[in-house]
């Protein structure tokens, strides 16, 4: 299992009890939380020079899609996770066509298995509702 203690990840997540939790689970896997980020124009402000490990991304931020600011990540070379409640109904841009997708609601399990896999550098893979149901 990989060892994500003091990886730096940035939360850009609107709703405040979602990102709580996934704060909350975060910092029990021992990972520094940059954020939250509740909105596009905060998430494009720090996305050119955060430091962080990877980004965990809400796709819809109050009705805005969070794309402009994951293009910016990508582009520094930060692993991104969109997390969002149309995963396999709504596709991802192309260029983020390979990228993790995890699907809302989320486990705590789910979450750390997805940091996991992108700490570790495996392959990212979308996490299906099948494995999403079968993680409660």
Not at 21 to 41: K, Q, W
């Amino acid at each position: 299992m990989t060892d994500v203690a003091g990886k730096r990840v940035l939360i850009v997540e609107d709703e405040l009890l979602v990102a709580m939790s996934l704060e909350d689970t975060l910092r029990s896997l021992g990972c520094a939380v940059i954020g939250p980020v509740a909105t596009l124009s905060e998430a494009l402000r720090i996305a050119g020079d955060v430091d962080a490990d990877l980004a965990i991304l809400d796709v819809n931020l109050r009705g805005e899609q969070v794309f402009p600011a994951a293009e910016i990540l990508a582009g520094r070379g930060v692993p991104l996770v969109f997390c969002s409640g149309f995963v396999g109904a709504s596709p991802l841009p192309p260029c983020f066509s390979d990228a993790l997708q995890v699907p809302k609601p989320y486990t705590d399990r789910v979450i750390a298995s997805a940091v996991r896999q992108l700490v570790g550098g495996q392959p990212a893979r979308t996490v299906s509702r099948f494995e999403w149901a079968a993680h409660p």
